[in-house]
Every structure is written in structure tokens, then in C-alpha cells.
């Protein structure tokens, strides 16, 4: 069983920055993989990014590439998306969610485990 809560997010003007954690409880936190998704108003959830369990390797979607960076700390048992350069159409509530294994993945029915969410607004 692993528990994770995001933080970080936040209200930034268009082009900043912004961190966000996710932090998990449990045992073994180094064999899950990671992915991150959001949801912006009125729409699906979407793929942002994914991490595999040691930190080795990591996808991104393409609107979000080369702007985003995911990355973790197990010996903190937490998973960052560092997001640089930010747009308005970035704004949305952010989740990650954690499955067992070593490899990353980026479809939703893929994921056992999943935060609640942290707001991340970016004004124009």
C-alpha cells in the first residue's frame, strides 16, 4: 500500500516556474513507478509525465517537453516535476499516481495508487 500527497502548486504569471513534490508513505517506495497527471476545468484527465521505479528513464507528453522535468529522490521517498517556462494552458489540478514495478507508464488504468491533487493556475 503507498500513500502519496502533492504539493507545490500554486498561482505564477505566464513563463515562471514552479516545483511540485510528491511525497509517499509506505515500504519500498523504490519499486513503484511514477507518473503524473492533470486535469484542467471541463476535460479528461491527461499524461504529463512518468518515471521508472529507480529513476533511470522518463517520458514526457510532447506539449510539455523540454519544459518539464520529472524526477525523484527515494532515499525521501519523493517524486518532483521541476516545470519551467509554464503557459496558461498549463494551468490544471496535478496528480501523481504510483504503480508497482519498474517501468513507467502513461495511461491512467495503469496506476494503483493516486494523491489528491494540488492546483497549479498560470495567468496570462
Do not use: H
Not at 510539455?64 to 498549463?90: H, W
Not at 495511461?107 to 496570462?124: C, K, L, P
Amino acid at each position: 500500500q503507498v500513500q502519496l500527497v502533492e504539493s507545490g502548486g500554486g498561482l505564477v504569471q505566464t513563463g515562471g516556474s514552479l516545483r511540485l513534490s510528491c511525497a509517499a508513505s509506505g515500504r519500498a517506495f523504490s519499486n513503484y513507478a511514477v507518473g503524473w497527471f492533470r486535469q484542467a476545468p471541463g476535460k479528461g484527465r491527461e499524461f504529463v509525465a512518468t518515471i521508472n521505479s529507480v529513476g533511470g528513464n522518463s517520458d514526457y507528453t510532447d506539449s510539455v517537453n523540454g519544459r518539464f522535468t520529472i524526477s525523484r529522490d527515494n532515499a525521501k521517498n519523493t517524486v518532483y516535476l521541476q516545470m519551467n517556462t509554464l503557459k496558461p494552458e498549463d494551468t490544471a489540478l496535478y496528480y501523481c499516481a504510483a504503480r508497482l514495478g519498474y517501468q513507467m507508464a502513461n495511461r491512467e488504468w495503469e496506476y494503483d495508487y493516486w494523491g489528491q491533487g494540488t492546483q497549479v493556475t498560470v495567468s496570462s
